[in-house]
T-cell receptor
Framework: GQQVMQIPQYQHVQEGEDFTTYCNSSTTLSNIQWYKQRPGGHPVFLIQLVKSGEVKKQKRLTFQFGEAKKNSSLHITATQTTDVGTYFCAGNTGTASKLTFGTGTRLQVTL | EAGVVQSPRYKIIEKKQPVAFWCNPISGHNTLYWYLQNLGQGPELLIRYENEEAVDDSQLPKDRFSAERLKGVDSTLKIQPAELGDSAVYLC??????????FGQGTRLTVV
């Protein structure tokens, strides 16, 4: 079946440093979504990318969808302690809503 | 607009006992998901409904797990009998077709 892997599994940065997580799917995706899960919370939607090569920005967050629609990345510029949590990518295939989540990257930010 | 509502939030049961979880999705969302999430891992899909039809239940352990979505709205997930390895957080989510998924708070199940 479809597999979605993320690297790194965990990253610890000091506040102000940049952070990037990479997402790779074993199959071509129709779209990709990104979610953030705070400790003890549930996943919260951040953004959806649909087009090949698409880049979207949300303040300090930059999301990119690969040309082959099999990979994606999330980059955070100048991290803050509020960025702490686990970031998941999740992909849809075909026309169905079969949302498959990646393995996640846990981000820890210290002062 | 109310979000996805799940109950109970926490459940502790002895192994071999039955347990049921309930989910009320966002009104108008045709897709309903049940995910299982173990500590430190990503959500794993158990079953997906499109309206009242279960269209993807390939990951549901059908010998002990069952689910239903009444009238294409509320859904219940049942485990009978529960095993120690079933301890996890059970997340319900809903969405429009290929839209963003809205998650409930989850039910944390502990089997002792």
């Amino acid at each position: 079946g479809q597999q979605v892997m993320q690297i790194p599994q965990y990253q610890h940065v000091q506040e102000g440093e940049d952070f990037t997580t990479y997402c790779n799917s074993s199959t071509t995706l129709s779209n990709i979504q990104w979610y953030k899960q705070r400790p003890g919370g549930h996943p919260v939607f951040l953004i959806q990318l649909v087009k090949s090569g698409e880049v979207k920005k949300q303040k300090r967050l930059t999301f990119q969808f690969g040309e082959a629609k099999k990979n994606s990345s999330l980059h955070i510029t100048a991290t803050q302690t509020t960025d702490v949590g686990t970031y998941f990518c999740a992909g849809n295939t075909g026309t169905a809503s079969k949302l498959t989540f990646g393995t996640g990257t846990r981000l820890q930010v210290t002062l | 607009e109310a979000g996805v509502v799940q109950s109970p939030r926490y459940k502790i049961i002895e192994k071999k006992q039955p347990v049921a979880f309930w989910c009320n999705p966002i009104s108008g969302h045709n897709t309903l998901y049940w995910y299982l999430q173990n500590l430190g891992q990503g959500p794993e899909l158990l079953i997906r409904y499109e309206n009242e039809e279960a269209v993807d239940d390939s990951q549901l352990p059908k010998d002990r797990f069952s689910a239903e979505r009444l009238k294409g709205v509320d859904s219940t997930l049942k485990i009978q009998p529960a095993e120690l390895g079933d301890s996890a957080v059970y997340l319900c989510a809903s969405s429009r077709t290929q839209g963003e998924a809205f998650f409930g708070q989850g039910t944390r199940l502990t089997v002792v």
